[in-house]
């Protein structure tokens, strides 16, 4: 009995010695491929960063794409550029040879050379960006995705062999020995595919500057196509502006006498001009005539007729003409008789004695710029003629003065109320004079 114990207890060592021998080879292959799972994860997590960047990447760089065809013209057409110039060049054609038709024509021509740029710049982005981060996505991720479908297979068949080896080996069963070189060729697999599952990962992760380098060349070619473009544009502004200082549909209220005369190829004002031969044709006579008020909204309209061009005096009353006129001279940035001489010109009105202040101010007319004196000389005989008629118009020379002074001069510089007042009769003493 006693030896039947020893030999009981030898034995039982033995296989406890074993257990433990093959436990810690178990322990070992799991903290092998613990650690080289904690790898993997680390790398997979950037993986789906970058990945995550190519697919935003390429996704809405495509959404900004304005156009789609298979060839450069097709593409074109597609491009909101193409269908804006065709429609602003007919409706240039259509408007004809006028400052705005002119002007669409040019920018109509601009767009169309834009949209042609655009469907370049759009194909080459697609040939040179989207398609080679595409084709690096489709690749690589397909050969990720192969390999860690084979490595998640050979993990589940190692650890189906792993789970019944350890059962045989808590039942001491003598198939563990069997079981056990079956264990050893499955976790000979699934290293095999864990270290091609990091191969393929790890060389996706070495295109990260490839991918860098891709992002940089859509950037190259933004910035090509935004300088092509604003050169388009740089190059057609020249002539728009050419246009604009040409032509001769521009407003005239608000305008520089001077400015105007240039353009028109007149000497008289054309509203001071228009007016007056209006109002001597059949109002000379009409009573209260600068003096009384003419409707708002006929003086808006005849006024934006002479600044559209369209002038018809025929069909509007005299009041409305002399306020148009007034209104003019009002709205003239510097007055007729000019800022520079407003001074001399208050001078010489405040002149006490008659012939003196004649004199006096027959001088600073003098002064005047030549368009300036040829337009006050035209007016001043029209008002003249005026005031011959005062017993049937009421408006004699010191009646017109009053409400025509204050729209030939005023100040840059306002004053008081009472200096206004002050001024202000000096300027109908001045208008009065001339």
Same mark, same amino acid.
């Given at each position: 009995?006693?030896?039947?114990?020893? @030999?009981?207890?030898?034995?039982?060592?033995?296989?406890?010695?074993?257990?433990?021998?093959?436990?810690?080879?178990?322990?070992?292959?799991?903290?092998?491929?613990?650690?080289?799972?904690?790898?993997?994860?680390?790398?997979?997590?950037?993986?789906?960063?970058? @990945?995550?960047?190519?697919?935003?990447?390429?996704?809405?760089?495509?959404?900004?794409?304005?156009?789609?065809?298979?060839?450069?013209?097709?593409?074109?057409?597609?491009?909101?550029?193409?269908?804006?110039?065709?429609?602003?060049?007919?409706?240039?054609?259509?408007?004809?040879?006028?400052?705005?038709?002119?002007?669409?024509?040019?920018?109509?021509?601009?767009?169309?050379?834009?949209?042609?740029?655009?469907?370049?710049?759009?194909?080459?982005?697609?040939?040179?960006?989207?398609?080679?981060?595409?084709?690096?996505?489709?690749?690589?991720?397909?050969?990720?995705?192969?390999?860690? @479908?084979?490595?998640?297979?050979?993990?589940?068949?190692?650890?189906?062999?792993?789970?019944?080896?350890?059962?045989?080996?808590?039942?001491?069963?003598?198939?563990?020995?069997?079981?056990?070189?079956?264990?050893?060729?499955?976790?000979?697999?699934?290293?095999?595919?864990?270290?091609?599952?990091?191969?393929?990962?790890?060389?996706?992760?070495?295109?990260?500057?490839?991918?860098?380098?891709?992002?940089?060349?859509?950037?190259?070619?933004?910035?090509?196509?935004?300088?092509?473009?604003?050169?388009?544009?740089?190059?057609?502004? %020249?002539?728009?502006? !050419?246009?604009?200082?040409?032509?001769?549909?521009? %407003?005239?209220?608000?305008?520089?006498?001077?400015?105007?005369?240039?353009?028109?190829?007149?000497?008289?004002?054309?509203?001071?001009?228009?007016?007056?031969?209006?109002?001597?044709?059949?109002?000379?006579?009409?009573?209260?005539?600068?003096?009384?008020?003419?409707?708002?909204? !006929?003086?808006?309209?005849?006024?934006?007729?002479?600044?559209?061009?369209?002038?018809?005096?025929?069909?509007?009353?005299?009041?409305?003409?002399?306020?148009?006129?007034?209104?003019?001279?009002?709205?003239? %940035?510097? %007055?007729?008789?000019?800022?520079?001489?407003?001074?001399?010109?208050?001078?010489?009105?405040?002149?006490?004695?008659?012939?003196?202040?004649?004199?006096?101010?027959?001088?600073?007319?003098?002064?005047?710029?030549?368009?300036?004196?040829?337009?006050?000389?035209?007016?001043?005989?029209?008002?003249?003629?005026?005031?011959?008629?005062?017993?049937?118009? !009421?408006?004699?020379?010191?009646?017109?003065?009053?409400?025509?002074?204050?729209?030939?001069?005023?100040?840059?510089?306002?004053?008081?109320?009472?200096?206004?007042?002050?001024?202000?009769?000096?300027?109908?003493?001045?208008?009065?004079?001339?």
């Amino acid at each position: 009995v006693h030896f039947q114990l020893c @030999k009981d207890i030898v034995m039982a060592a033995k296989q406890f010695h074993r257990f433990t021998q093959l436990a810690g080879e178990k322990l070992a292959v799991r903290e092998k491929s613990d650690r080289l799972t904690e790898s993997l994860s680390d790398a997979e997590k950037k993986m789906e960063g970058i @990945k995550n960047g190519c697919l935003v990447t390429c996704k809405r760089l495509h959404a900004t794409h304005q156009g789609s065809g298979s060839t450069l013209e097709k593409h074109q057409r597609k491009v909101p550029q193409f269908s804006l110039g065709n429609g602003m060049i007919e409706a240039g054609q259509t408007l004809g040879p006028t400052v705005f038709g002119n002007t669409l024509r040019l920018v109509g021509q601009g767009e169309l050379d834009i949209s042609l740029q655009v469907a370049d710049y759009e194909q080459c982005m697609e040939e040179t960006v989207i398609r080679p981060l595409n084709i690096i996505l489709e690749e690589e991720l397909k050969k990720l995705e192969k390999s860690k @479908k084979k490595l998640s297979s050979a993990r589940v068949d190692m650890d189906s062999i792993r789970n019944r080896y350890q059962s045989l080996q808590d039942k001491f069963s003598p198939k563990a020995e069997a079981i056990k070189s079956e264990l050893d060729q499955a976790i000979n697999r699934f290293e095999q595919c864990q270290d091609a599952y990091a191969t393929n990962l790890f060389t996706f992760l070495s295109r990260e500057r490839d991918m860098a380098a891709l992002v940089h060349k859509m950037v190259v070619l933004q910035i090509s196509r935004h300088n092509q473009a604003l050169g388009i544009l740089q190059g057609i502004l %020249p002539h728009i502006d !050419k246009e604009l200082d040409e032509t001769n549909d521009r %407003p005239v209220y608000g305008q520089p006498l001077s400015e105007h005369l240039q353009i028109t190829g007149r000497t008289i004002s054309y509203v001071i001009e228009e007016c007056c031969l209006a109002l001597r044709e059949k109002w000379m006579d009409t009573e209260g005539l600068f003096r009384l008020a003419a409707s708002a909204a !006929k003086l808006k309209l005849l006024k934006y007729s002479f600044d559209a061009g369209c002038v018809e005096l025929n069909g509007h009353d005299p009041h409305t003409i002399a306020g148009a006129l007034k209104q003019y001279l009002r709205e003239l %940035p510097a %007055p007729l008789l000019t800022f520079e001489l407003c001074s001399a010109w208050t001078a010489a009105a405040g002149i006490g004695e008659e012939g003196e202040r004649l004199q006096r101010l027959w001088t600073v007319k003098e002064k005047l710029p030549k368009e300036n004196l040829e337009n006050l000389k035209y007016l001043m005989f029209f008002l003249s003629d005026l005031s011959e008629n005062h017993e049937q118009t !009421k408006m004699n020379a010191y009646n017109i003065a009053i409400v025509i002074g204050p729209n030939l001069l005023w100040s840059k510089v306002e004053g008081s109320v009472s200096g206004l007042v002050g001024e202000t009769a000096l300027y109908s003493r001045i208008a009065e004079c001339l």
